[in-house]
């Protein structure tokens, strides 16, 4: 599903048939892509609320869904961002993550009292990952290797069916009119396309024999790694604080000092700390779900 499509003559023809009024008390927003994230996230509780009351499928319901979406289209932007390396296929990546949302705004409830964007960026991440998992080589492939590797299932596939058995080498060169070499290359090519589970069996005939898995000779996950992209995404945002933000950060979380401890060294209330590091945090938020600065 496209931006665009979200876009699309259906949308238009749902606020048309509403007056451009939206549903019941809805507002009517003539560009919801353009509604600041702040402004989204309040817009949002509105919608859900009146999404929750309404008939699935019907012009109503369709309005507010298709408002939510395009209101929270910010955060698949945001997300996508943390793989802009990846500039040939940032345009799949961010289709992949408008799944991902349309998921969350399907799946998301007003009882669960957490954010929305706390509860939809997981999604539209984890599909964005989905995606890289299903079609990413497992090894780097040279482009003219990946194509050969296309022709090859196809030439294979053909000259099976005809010879009624697996064909040769010099079989596949021949109608592919290539060298022998370039179809075993190929053939090599194709197996950096897929890779062994770490749940396959090493051996034994059966779980009843304690078979061993691949996993069971790897490394364990460090905790600490999964932090890693959190503090490349957190470090610009510190540097934006204020010298003394950056302190009470630095005093709360790293020396683990009281906020009274922290009042002291301050000259401050225990109360105004509690106040500072409270609006520190929201600002870190806003700025880490890519919030602050982002229309």
């Given amino acids: 599903m496209s931006a ?14 509403m007056g451009g009024t939206g549903a019941g008390s809805l507002p009517g927003i003539e560009d919801p892509t353009a509604v ?14 009146r999404l929750a009351e309404l008939t699935e499928g019907t012009p109503e319901y369709q309005y507010a869904r298709n408002t ?12 996508a961002g943390r793989f802009r390396s990846r500039g040939d296929e940032m345009e799949d990546i961010v289709q992949t993550g408008m799944i991902g949302l349309i998921k969350a705004i ?28 299903d079609t990413t080589w497992a090894v ?11 022709e090859l299932a196809k030439a294979r596939e053909e000259l099976a069916g005809r010879l009624d058995r697996e064909p ?36 034994g005939d059966g779980p009843e024999d304690g078979e061993a898995i691949l996993a069971d000779f790897l490394g364990v996950e460090e905790e600490g790694l999964r932090l890693v992209e959190d503090f490349h995404a957190l470090a610009p945002l510190m ?55 982002c229309a």
């Fill in 4 to 17: 665009a499509g979200i876009r699309s003559g259906a949308v238009d023809v749902e606020r048309t048939a």
């Fill in 36 to 49: 600041a994230p702040l402004d989204a996230r309040e817009l949002s509780r509105d919608f859900f609320r």
């Fill in 68 to 79: 939510l979406i395009e209101m929270n289209m910010s955060l698949v932007r945001f997300a």
């Fill in 106 to 133: 399907d799946r998301f409830e007003l009882s669960r009292e957490v954010e929305f964007t706390s509860f939809a960026v997981p999604y539209i991440v984890g599909e964005m990952k989905r995606f890289f998992r």
């Fill in 140 to 150: 780097h492939v040279p482009r003219r290797l990946q194509e050969l590797r296309v």
């Fill in 168 to 203: 040769t080498v010099a079989e596949l060169a021949t109608l592919m009119n290539i060298p022998e070499d370039e179809v075993v290359e190929a053939q090599l090519a194709a197996n950096g396309y897929t890779s062994a589970s770490l749940d396959a069996a090493l051996g």
């Fill in 239 to 293: 540097a934006e604080l204020s010298d003394r933000d950056r302190e009470i950060i630095r005093l709360r979380f790293v020396e683990e000092a009281t906020q009274a401890e922290i009042g002291e060294r301050l000259g401050c209330s225990q109360m105004h700390v509690s106040r500072l590091i409270k609006r520190i945090i929201t600002r870190l938020r806003q700025g880490m779900l890519g919030e602050l600065g």
